[in-house]
């Protein structure tokens, strides 16, 4: 049995998930740089999340164009232990930092009512797709877990506010697409959780209680 050239495959090896990386972060650069060029745009790009999912969606479509079958890798249909999963565990990456980190007031900036389109819908399926449906199945069908995992991990909370904040939320995301046989649903209600509990006042409750509890 021949193996398949990388040309029909459908999965990308690790320069080519670089590469596609590097593409995100300058199409990110791109459009926030053209944003921040018009007058009544001129908002800091941290707090407007549409920048990053526009990104993602231009390097999605360019994966796709690419290999077509990439996302077919992954699961769809949710069963209900992804649903269970990801609820609990897109709970856990919000709450667990919250309640060990010092200070996490410090660390997280309010999120505003308008930015509810972008956190709690397009960030959890367009950093899902790219991230867990591209990025990690085409490094686990090269590389083992413990390889790719880390990176996965590291070039995701790199385009985050808070890096030490993401890096947890972003081990959970692809420790739960990976318990989950390769489930993109599981990722993607994980991820709608996380950013649940962010975006609602349980952050600053949690942090009260933290602040109150430390000696």
Known sequence: MTEESPQGAAEFDLPRVAFLYLLLLGCFQVISG????????????????????????????????????ILTLSRWKPAWTDVAMGLLAGIAASVVPLLIVAGPAKHLSPIQPYLAVPILLLAPLGEELLFRGVFLRSLLSHHRAWIAIPIVVVMAAIGHQNFWFALWSQLVLCLVYLARHNSLAAAIICHFCANVVAFLPVASVLTKLHLHASP
């Open 34 to 69: 053209i944003r921040e060029s018009i007058p009544g745009l001129r908002t800091p790009s941290h707090v407007w999340a549409y920048d990053s999912a526009l990104s993602h969606v231009i390097v999605l479509g360019i994966a796709l164009a690419v290999r077509p079958r």
